[in-house]
């Protein structure tokens, strides 16, 4: 990358940490332990460009964060539980996690950065704390009180993560959005444990890297994941999403995916179906 590009690029992360930073007003509570860092439960999903962030900042590769602090898994659509998104996940209890403190605090995944507050302004905490997983999380039990530029912030901040969202899943899987049928996987898991019920998503997790391993996907996605240790690969990402005729169809395509994958021996068959995803999915 040239060093016009790579200014562009950490002045665009730098707006990202103002706009994070903007009226804060929110702090971790003393007795929080941390559960959103190291349950399995929540879902904390990485983009590329939160790992190219964290690899310009840790001066480490690309793919080697994923490799060390992600992997790939499943996120269930609560429309049709049948359904599932393959998506990075941060490996639970979160490496950068020491003791109850977050050690890259200033570049955290928007994701991260988002919650609880983002939940807040859209009206779903009240929905959130109904599920017993969220009960344990301090920061919901009280008022959470957002000023009005933070709550332009944030959206702002939601608006980045979205078109990141998309890209990398076009980047990495060519759809914006990688819908996998769950039926099969569900099926042997039941099979495997007749007895347990529900089925951990961490179980999920495991058998869909092995499910796909034969397919070659997961060769294509380090590859792809490897291209972002360079500048010239960093700098190429970074072009795409800013390309607003590029990220208009894909983010189209995000909230309204047409494509679902079944898993039939060792491949993925294409099939069509139309989903109406929500736009958060919490376990």
Same mark, same amino acid.
Request: aromatic share 8%; glycine share 2%.
């Given at each position: 990358?040239?060093?016009?590009?790579?200014a562009?690029?950490?002045?665009?992360?730098?707006?990202?940490?103002?706009?994070a930073?903007?009226?804060?007003?929110?702090?971790?509570?003393d007795d +929080?332990?941390a559960?959103g +860092?190291?349950?399995?439960?929540?879902i904390v999903e990485?983009?590329?460009?939160?790992l190219?962030r964290?690899?310009?900042?840790?001066?480490?590769?690309?793919?080697?964060?994923?490799?060390? /602090?992600?992997?790939?898994g499943?996120?269930? +659509?609560?429309q049709?539980?049948?359904? /599932?998104?393959l998506?990075?996940?941060l490996?639970?209890? +979160? /490496?950068?996690?020491?003791?109850?403190r977050?050690?890259v605090?200033?570049?955290?995944?928007?994701?991260?950065?988002?919650f609880?507050?983002?939940h807040?302004?859209k009206?779903?905490? &009240?929905?959130?704390?109904k599920? &017993?997983?969220?009960?344990?999380?301090?920061?919901?039990?009280g008022?959470?009180?957002? &000023?009005?530029?933070?709550?332009t912030?944030?959206?702002?901040?939601?608006?980045?993560?979205?078109?990141?969202?998309a890209?990398?899943g076009?980047?990495l899987?060519?759809?914006?959005?990688?819908i996998?049928?769950?039926?099969p996987l569900?099926?042997?898991?039941k099979?495997?444990? &007749?007895?347990?019920q529900?089925i951990a998503?961490?179980?999920?997790?495991r058998?869909?890297?092995?499910?796909l391993k034969p397919?070659?996907?997961?060769?294509?996605?380090n590859?792809?994941i490897?291209?972002?240790?360079?500048r010239?690969?960093?700098?190429?990402?970074f072009?795409?999403?800013?390309?607003d005729a590029?990220?208009?169809?894909?983010?189209?395509?995000r909230a309204?995916?047409?494509i679902v994958?079944k898993?039939?021996g060792n491949?993925?068959k294409r099939?069509?179906?139309?989903l109406?995803?929500?736009?958060f999915y919490?376990i």
């Open positions: 990358m040239n060093e016009t590009g790579l562009m690029l950490e002045s665009y992360f730098q707006h990202q940490t103002d706009l930073q903007k009226e804060c007003k929110m702090q971790c509570p +929080c332990s559960p +860092c190291r349950l399995d439960e929540v990485a983009t590329l460009f939160d190219v964290l690899s310009l900042v840790l001066n480490t590769p690309v793919s080697s964060l994923f490799l060390q /602090h992600c992997h790939l499943l996120q269930s +659509c609560e049709n539980l049948r359904y /599932h998104r998506l990075i996940k490996k639970k209890p +979160c /490496h950068f996690l020491e003791k109850t977050c050690t605090h200033g570049s955290k995944p928007l994701a991260c950065v988002l609880p507050e983002y807040q302004i009206g779903l905490v &009240p929905e959130l704390v599920a &017993p997983i969220f009960r344990k999380f301090p920061c919901l039990k008022d959470i009180l957002i &000023p009005d530029q933070r709550s912030a944030l959206k702002m901040l939601r608006k980045m993560s979205s078109r990141e969202e890209l990398s076009f980047f899987f060519e759809t914006p959005r990688y996998i049928d769950s039926k569900t099926k042997q898991l099979k495997e444990n &007749p007895n347990k529900p998503l961490k179980a999920y997790d058998l869909i890297n092995a499910k397919t070659g996907l997961i060769d294509s996605i590859d792809k490897s291209r972002l240790d360079t010239a690969g960093m700098e190429s990402i072009e795409k999403l800013k390309d590029l990220m208009k169809p894909l983010l189209e395509k309204d995916p047409e994958y898993l039939k491949s993925l099939l069509k179906r139309r109406h995803p929500s736009e919490y």
